[in-house]
């Protein structure tokens, strides 16, 4: 009897340690960034165009003037293609040889404005669109 009974408290134990981890597993935030900004990047179908406008909202201000002083790559018309900027800087660090002719109008549009990212993956995400 005295064996049953241990047995039972062991299982016991186990299963409130369990509950325990899942109530602090569920409870503490996961994956937080360093800054306290969420930095996901949503994307949209819309059906007249692969990216969106790199303007913001009413005011039509550059989304530029919302960053802080870290690298920002505009992606826009270069000679007749796609040119991928940094910092304003007169020349492309990066060429991507897709003709602009050969987009939908919508895109060229956009590129015509520029098209603005925050880091270099954000950048790839939207040359996929262009090169697939």
């Known amino acids: 009897?005295?064996?049953?009974?241990?047995?039972?408290i062991s299982i016991g134990l186990i299963?409130?340690?369990?509950v325990i981890i899942l109530i602090l597993f569920l409870t503490v935030p996961q994956n937080e960034?360093?800054?306290?900004?969420?930095?996901q990047v949503y994307f949209t179908s819309n059906p007249n165009s692969s990216q969106e406008s790199?303007?913001?909202?009413?005011?039509?201000?550059d989304i530029?003037?919302?960053?802080?002083?870290?690298?920002?790559?505009?992606?826009?018309?270069y000679q007749g293609h796609i040119?991928?900027?940094?910092?304003?800087?007169?020349?492309?660090?990066r060429e991507v040889h897709v003709l602009l002719s050969s987009l939908p109008p919508e895109d060229?549009?956009?590129?015509?404005?520029?098209i603005t990212a925050n880091s270099q993956g954000e950048v790839q995400i939207i040359l996929e669109d262009y090169t697939s």
């Open 108 to 114: 060229q549009a956009l590129l015509e404005n520029g």
């Open 15 to 18: 299963l409130l340690t369990g």
């Open 54 to 61: 790199a303007r913001s909202g009413a005011d039509g201000e």
């Open 33 to 39: 960034p360093e800054n306290g900004k969420n930095e």
């Open 83 to 93: 040119g991928v900027f940094l910092n304003d800087e007169a020349q492309p660090v």
């Open 64 to 77: 530029n003037a919302m960053t802080s002083k870290s690298d920002i790559y505009t992606i826009k018309a």
């Open 1 to 8: 009897m005295k064996k049953s009974f241990s047995i039972i």
